[in-house]
T-cell receptor, first 114, second 115 residues
Framework: DQQVKQNSPSLSVQEGRISILNCDYT??????FLWYKKYPAEGPTFLIS?????DKNEDGRFTVFLNKSAKHLSLHIVPSQPGDSAVYFC?????????????FGQGTELSVKP | KAGVTQTPRYLIKTRGQQVTLSCSPI?????VSWYQQTPGQGLQFLFE???????NKGNFPGRFSGRQFSNSRSEMNVSTLELGDSALYLC??????????????FGSGTQLSVL
């Protein structure tokens, strides 16, 4: 039962253009969402998060949008840079979380071409 | 401040053997979680420890176990290894346990190969 889904395993964009990574979830109890970025041979690093009481959160080139009615969130990277090439995971946390348990999607590998 | 440290980085074992992985959290962090990453499956939650107590457990068989020591360091053990246990095992630490908006800090992982 995949509660968090990233349906695109890979995405390729040109440097300077916008990258849009998508994530869908099924559990309406999720109330906090995060995006992590992972380079090969390294652990995931936190990128940006959003609470379910908001529909947008921005941090520099990164913006996360949340559409609760559609149970969908997206990560926008503008402008994309070659250094953004990595695997991006979305993750969700639910109300009453007993701790340490984030539900992750399968990841989307982003490739930014110079 | 040192990050999350996992040892060893790489491990090769054969079926039926057991393995122990180690994790040292960020100084001051008392919660340690373990995740398994396999291609196409994302990160699957194994368990979480806080103050030497297991607080939460994922859907893995009993062959997967863990513990946490008084200095917050944690170990994960897998007994009777199977080929399907080949994966990257990631440890993550956080300051507290149970907060909805908790942010996890991950180590670089231990790549386990079972032959």
């Amino acid at each position: 039962d995949q509660q968090v889904k990233q349906n695109s395993p890979s995405l390729s964009v040109q440097e300077g253009r916008i990258s849009i990574l998508n994530c869908d979830y099924t559990n309406s109890m999720f109330d906090y969402f995060l995006w992590y970025k992972k380079y090969p041979a390294e652990g995931p690093t936190f990128l940006i998060s959003i609470s379910s009481i908001k529909d947008k959160n921005e941090d520099g080139r990164f913006t996360v949008f949340l559409n609760k009615s559609a149970k969908h969130l997206s990560l926008h990277i503008v402008p994309s840079q070659p250094g953004d090439s990595a695997v991006y995971f979305c993750a969700a946390s639910k109300r009453g979380n007993q701790g340490g348990k984030l539900i992750f999607g399968q990841g989307t590998e982003l490739s930014v071409k110079p | 401040k040192a990050g999350v440290t996992q040892t060893p980085r790489y491990l090769i074992k054969t079926r039926g053997q057991q393995v122990t992985l180690s994790c040292s959290p960020i100084s001051g962090h008392r919660s340690v979680s373990w995740y398994q990453q396999t291609p196409g499956q994302g990160l699957q939650f194994l368990f979480e420890y806080f103050s030497e107590t297991q607080r939460n457990k994922g859907n893995f068989p009993g062959r997967f176990s863990g513990r946490q020591f008084s200095n917050s360091r944690s170990e994960m053990n897998v007994s009777t290894l199977e080929l399907g246990d080949s994966a990257l095992y990631l440890c993550a630490s956080s300051l507290v346990s149970g907060a909805t908006n908790e942010k996890l800090f991950f180590g670089s992982g231990t790549q386990l190969s079972v032959l």
